[in-house]
């Protein structure tokens, strides 16, 4: 484990890091994807909303990873959609086998589910079951079941594939649905405008994050799921990243960056962890702290005012 003192040492080489290097750093990003859920269909079927997913990331030549949670893909259709992915050379990973919050579980119970789904995971030829994402991004509530959880990982070789990007994609998803429920022919460009425009407002401020506190260039882990907004939309986000300067790079490079080493000290609740190595690194250089550009609620208001 990083002790806290060399994590926010390393954390808070702020002077270092010229303004000429920060403007001349690489946005770089991967789609990585959560849940698969496939229990839900509305305009499109399951293997509709997967084929979406895939083309679009096939159309920019992309190669992603799915973090997979057992308890919805463990059937006939679920495999189907694991062995397309696979078929598609993306990774396929570990999301435990129930998705459950780590702080309502114990420590025994939480690592039983996550070797539920390792062991699932193994049946399959090709996933990469030690490459583990916390559900959630809950890391255990506590620290000291978080330092327990670590250990785990640590000792039996998993890595903690954190996110630096994330989208708030599963709360337009959720307002999208209850639009067509009331109206199944309602028109979604308005979601779609929505979710590109605050996905890459997000993404801008990570990567600023990253920036402040040394790492600019830092490839990101973009985090989505496996829902109908992406099903529909996927690939209009990417080819908007990629207007804005974004370029993508592939999941297995990216999880070799040395960002998925860092264990902050402070606990991360749910958040990316460029944020908690921010808030480390401010309470040290005594740095002001960039305010978040989406309003409380996921943006709730803002989703209110534009009548989605």
Not at 27 to 55: A, C, H, P, W
Not at 67 to 87: A, C, H, M, T
Request: aromatic share 10%.
């Amino acid at each position: 484990m990083i002790s806290r003192r060399h994590f926010l040492a390393s954390s808070a080489a702020l002077t270092a890091i010229t303004a000429c290097a920060r403007k001349n750093a690489p946005k770089r990003f991967s789609i990585t994807m959560d849940d698969f859920n496939l229990n839900v269909e509305r305009r499109q079927s399951i293997t509709e909303r997967n084929e979406g997913i895939l083309e679009a990331m096939a159309a920019h030549n992309h190669k992603g990873a799915g973090f997979v949670s057992g308890q919805w893909v463990n059937n006939e259709k679920g495999r189907s959609v694991i062995q397309s992915w696979l078929d598609g050379g993306h990774v396929i990973a570990n999301h435990t086998y129930t998705h459950p919050h780590a702080n309502k579980l114990s420590v025994a119970d939480y690592v039983a589910d996550i070797e539920k789904n390792t062991a699932f995971l193994s049946g399959i030829e090709g996933t990469t079951p030690k490459l583990f994402r916390f559900p959630y991004l809950d890391e255990g509530g506590t620290l000291e079941k978080r330092d327990a959880l670590r250990e785990y990982l640590r000792d039996n070789g998993y890595t903690n594939a954190a996110v630096t990007m994330d989208t708030m994609d599963w709360y337009i998803d959720g307002r999208m649905g209850d639009r067509l429920k009331e109206n199944p022919d309602a028109d979604l460009s308005g979601y779609r405008d929505y979710y590109l425009a605050s996905a890459l407002k997000l993404a801008e401020h990570y990567n600023a994050l990253a920036a402040d506190i040394g790492r600019a260039g830092t490839p990101h882990t973009l985090l989505v799921h496996h829902n109908e907004l992406n099903g529909l939309f996927l690939g209009d986000l990417i080819t908007h990243f990629k207007a804005n300067g974004w370029e993508l790079i592939d999941a297995k490079t990216t999880f070799t960056n040395d960002i998925f080493k860092v264990q902050p000290y402070t606990l991360n609740k749910g958040r990316s962890v460029l944020s908690v190595m921010e808030q480390e690194a401010a309470s040290i250089e005594k740095m002001e702290r960039r305010p978040f550009p989406i309003g409380k609620g996921f943006g709730k208001a803002d989703m209110d005012a534009l009548g989605l």
